[in-house]
């Protein structure tokens, strides 16, 4: 993402310019957009043109509108963002207050302005802004007959790929059937690595599986490698890491990002400190539950008792359209930082922002044990709710 330009007063209100320049800074936008803020960006209208014998005809027409924003819809395979709204600018093409919807995409500027730019989203520009916030790890996740080409960015997992194979079982004296059909399994694998991997940009890629199965696909692709004289496959082979992996399913990633080899790999990307945080997480909820909050009545109960030593938080939260309910989640965040601990927003997209959704989106491990909310606070609680 590129700055091009940020205006923001004293008391947090103003606009920024901004140029979206991959799909993952779509999904960054997205983050950044609420109902109510103005959108200005360059769109494509359909006019409609009386001429001067009265005929009616109309042009699609190239205009720029700013919008008050009413709906937000982002597409998450295909990175597309479309905004609706009214129009709160004269134009002579569309009249005030007249609904349009304009569809953001790389490359095109835009202007955002908020009556109150907060941390986390001032944050976000920052780290959108940053070129070594982008990762580079791409991943085969797989079983006998299942392939998941995954892309691991810092704020998402794309699944580019899923590839399926029906493979028949081992026949007593007869093997023919089975290896053939794992062999057509392989070759549509390494095919897709190849149509959805850019070496230039990928810094590693994890192999992942039950079994032998890793071992057996990478044995496989670096021989044709050599009979086929592929020397895209043969000039990265350094890049590919065997892991462990319970199975082929796009959830296994998980268990391979915590892999150890993979984490000393990994540990300059945002990817990897997410799943050890999570990982870590579920250690201290094991073993000292006391340590381990999640659901924001508890988490605020152990900030207040200045207690957090990392919040783990979704930024799906922060997604809300209630005002007040996102500036609780941002007073949180504010607070555990003022207390020196670690804050840690979760992509939602992510393999592990998912499974944090399935903990309410909020969760803290703390310094030290605090009692649990009483029965009668959490009734007291929930009632408020």
Request: glycine share 4%.
């Amino acid at each position: 993402m590129k700055l091009v330009r940020k205006d923001i007063e004293k008391d947090n209100a103003g606009q920024v310019t901004l140029i979206p320049e991959d799909p993952e800074d779509i999904w960054h936008t997205y983050n950044l957009l609420q109902v109510g803020d103005s959108l200005r960006a360059s769109t494509i209208r359909k006019v409609q043109t009386e001429s001067s014998t009265g005929s009616v005809g109309s042009n699609r027409i190239r205009t720029t509108l700013t919008l008050c924003v009413e709906t937000i819809d982002f597409d998450s395979q295909a990175c597309q963002l479309r905004v609706k709204g009214t129009n709160i600018q004269e134009n002579e093409y569309v009249k005030m207050g007249a609904y349009h919807t304009i569809e953001l995409e790389p490359n095109r500027q835009f202007t955002l302005a908020k009556k109150q730019w907060d941390s986390v989203v001032l944050e976000r520009i920052e780290q959108a802004c940053d070129p070594s916030w982008s990762a580079d790890v791409a991943a085969v996740v797989m079983q006998e007959g299942l392939a998941h080409i995954c892309l691991v960015t810092p704020s998402m997992t794309l699944t580019r790929a899923k590839i399926e194979v029906n493979i028949p079982r081992k026949r007593k004296g007869n093997c023919s059937q089975h290896d053939r059909a794992l062999e057509r399994f392989y070759e549509q694998v390494v095919q897709a690595i190849q149509r959805h991997i850019n070496f230039e940009i990928v810094k590693c890629v994890l192999v992942a599986s039950p079994g032998f199965v890793r071992e057996q696909f990478c044995d496989y692709m670096f021989q044709q490698a050599v009979k086929t004289d592929n020397k895209l496959l043969l000039e990265n082979r350094s890049k590919f890491l065997q892991v462990h992996s319970s199975s082929g399913h796009k959830y296994a990633l998980k268990e391979a990002l915590c892999d150890p080899a993979v984490a000393s790999r990994l540990s300059d990307t945002k990817a990897a400190g997410e799943v050890k945080a999570l990982d870590d997480f579920y250690k201290m909820l094991q073993h000292e539950p006391d340590r381990a909050f999640y659901g924001l009545k508890h988490v605020e109960k152990a900030n207040e008792a200045m207690a957090i030593d990392t919040l783990l938080i979704s930024d799906e939260l922060f997604r809300h359209q209630d005002v007040a309910s996102r500036s609780r989640y941002v007073r949180l965040v504010d607070s555990v930082r003022e207390n020196m601990g670690t804050v840690r927003i979760f992509s939602s997209l992510h393999v592990s922002g998912e499974q944090l959704g399935q903990l309410t989106g909020v969760a803290a491990i703390l310094r030290f044990p605090v009692a649990e909310l009483s029965d009668q606070e959490e009734e007291s609680s929930s009632e408020e709710d």
